[in-house]
């Protein structure tokens, strides 16, 4: 039985066929790459409604050549050291790097695993669906979270949006939530060759209400990238892209190749119950 409910009116949803309907049949088709699309129109932002179809491509070119492989490494260890089976959360799953690799991991340790992602970015889900085909995908707001009460061993954030309500709704009373966010220094020295006055990242403080922090790892190295292409995509796949003047994009184009730091923190929370 799917986790997922109906963004309509909240009923469980069953896969038949070639689509998801409710007890009240609202149906939502699905796609023929394999996911289904649960989000509303009042659910959408008032502009862009995720990455678009650009930011994902150059994130998936990126994320292949597997610059950023300590760090999915790392997320995969994590989630084997803290999931005994049962069911994952995606929430945020873009274009499948990291879900794919934490299955293959799951299957790999012969841990039992149900794993669905969603994605407010149709674009991104669809490259999922491609990738993930052990995985259930939907297109769905991470503040509206299409699934069950209670219905998530484990709930997986890296790069997204955070909304504690809905995380810690789906969530089991004693599950685990990952996350991984940017720290301090990620891309310091290709900030400064693009801008003026550069700024590090802010790190806010990790205490989450309805949630207790289990560990904290920063992980840290450095990636050469030796061509345009590769800095070009790996700045198109971040937001300072659509916040950079002409002038830093020229900068950008210019760069030719450079050593930069990735900087991250993956932090283990473990979900409560609160009075």
Known sequence: MSIF??????????????????????????????YVN?????????????????MVQARRRFLDKDYYAPLCDAICDSVCDSFEGGTILDAGCGEGYYT??????LHEQNIAYDVYGIDISKAAVEYSAKRCRDAELAVASVFHIPAADSSCDMLVTLFAPYCGEEFRRVLKDNGVMIMVIPSENHLWELKKAIYDTPYRNEVKPYELEGFRLESRKRITYEISLDSQEDIDALFSMTPYYYRTGREQQERLARIGSICTEADFELLVYRNFWLE
């Open 100 to 105: 794919a690799a934490i299955i293959d991991k």
């Open 5 to 34: 409910i109906c963004p309509v009116c909240g009923e469980k949803l069953e896969r038949k066929e070639n689509a998801y309907i409710c007890g009240r049949n609202h149906s939502f088709d699905v796609a023929r790459s394999g």
């Open 38 to 54: 649960l989000l509303l129109s009042k659910h959408m932002g008032k502009t862009v409604h995720g990455d678009n179809k650009f």
